[in-house]
């Protein structure tokens, strides 16, 4: 099975701060990549799907980028509002998923 | 408004079964893939099976293949996990989540998992 890594595990940035958080995988997926944000306590929340494509209502400031086996999501002026932990999720053609390990972001 | 609410979660006692349910509204069920996720206290996110629209695709994580069946009533709008076998290590929070769109034929991932419920928890402990 595709193995997804994330780095890093977690990040502390001052509210304005660009953030960038990273996704590898094991083995190419096209640009079948997905980013989702969970805030502590709440249900997971699509943020982006086929690795750059916005979700509706999701912010401006999120942007994702990559293709192939390496990937990018950046938050280009850190909000308090986006402390959450990030998760990368691979979907290919048909299941298996597998979501990378997380990364967790708070405020410095 | 799409809505996904899970039941159906508990504390049982290892080795017993268990099974949730996830009442789906505001949208054509039928032609949308269902999975479920899950995720253990403090954990991650975890993949646990994809059911497609039909209900003729399933798949399942190597975790719980053999023990879990998903499954779904399409007049019912209505996805289930039936879990059998529960271990300590299947205690989570348990989410379901519209998928892909299914044709006919097949369904098509591009679009990844936009709506999810609320969660139903299943402890397994003695």
């Known amino acids: 099975d595709i193995q997804m890594t994330q780095s890093p595990s977690s990040l502390s940035a001052s509210v304005g701060d660009r953030v960038t958080i990273t996704c590898r995988a094991s083995?190419?997926?096209?640009?079948?990549l997905a980013w989702y944000q969970q805030k502590p306590g709440k249900v997971p929340n699509l943020l982006i799907y086929?690795?750059?494509t916005l979700q509706s209502g999701v912010p401006s400031r999120f942007s994702g980028s990559g293709s192939g086996t390496d990937f990018t999501l950046t938050i280009s002026s850190l909000q308090p509002e986006d402390v959450a932990t990030y998760y990368c999720q691979k979907y290919n053609s048909a299941p298996p998923w597998t979501f990378g390990q997380g990364t967790k972001v708070e405020i410095k | 408004e799409v809505q996904l609410l899970e039941s159906g979660g508990g504390l049982v006692q290892p080795g017993v079964s268990l099974r949730l349910s996830c009442a789906a509204s505001g949208f054509t069920f039928t032609t949308y893939a269902m999975t479920w996720v899950r995720q253990a206290p403090g954990k991650g996110l975890e993949w646990v099976s994809t059911?497609?629209?039909?209900?003729?695709?399933?798949y399942y994580a190597a975790s719980v293949k053999g023990r879990f069946i998903i499954s779904r009533d399409n007049s019912k709008n209505t996805l289930y996990l039936q879990m059998n076998g529960l271990r300590a290590e299947d205690t989570a929070v348990y989410y379901c989540?519209?998928?892909?769109?299914?044709?006919?034929?097949?369904?098509?991932?591009?679009?990844?998992?936009?709506?999810w419920g609320q969660g139903t928890t299943v402890t397994v402990s003695s």
């Open positions: 083995q190419g997926i096209n640009n079948y």
């Open positions: 059911i497609s629209g039909s209900g003729g695709s399933t």
């Open positions: 989540a519209k998928d892909g769109y299914c044709s006919s034929t097949t369904c098509y991932y591009y679009y990844a998992m936009d709506v």
């Open positions: 086929a690795a750059s």
